[in-house]
């Protein structure tokens, strides 16, 4: 959640383990937790065990990723049907994706 200009927090395992992804916040944290709660498919609610200003996301079991960034909208703008340049790369073959400088 750091990439999206959130605070990193505490991670940890949940005393159970529930099939649901759910967001719980603290008062004052309302807006956060909407933006957050989005990502995940899900509705956050307010959280008595919460602390004041904060986030809790617990990932159920059935937790298969966060929506995109990013719109999924095809690209329309300069560069948008350029052609592939180079080899392509398979990351888990090639042993992670190269970086270029």
Known sequence: MVGPGFEEGRTG?????PKATTVGYG????DAADR???RYGVTATESASAAAGLVVVTLGTAFTGVAPDRPTVAPTGPGTNVAQQGPTV???ADGGIPCVF
């Open 13 to 17: 395992s949940a005393a159970t383990r």
């Open 27 to 30: 008062k004052g944290a309302k």
């Open 36 to 38: 957050i709660a989005a």
């Open 90 to 92: 398979d990351a888990q």
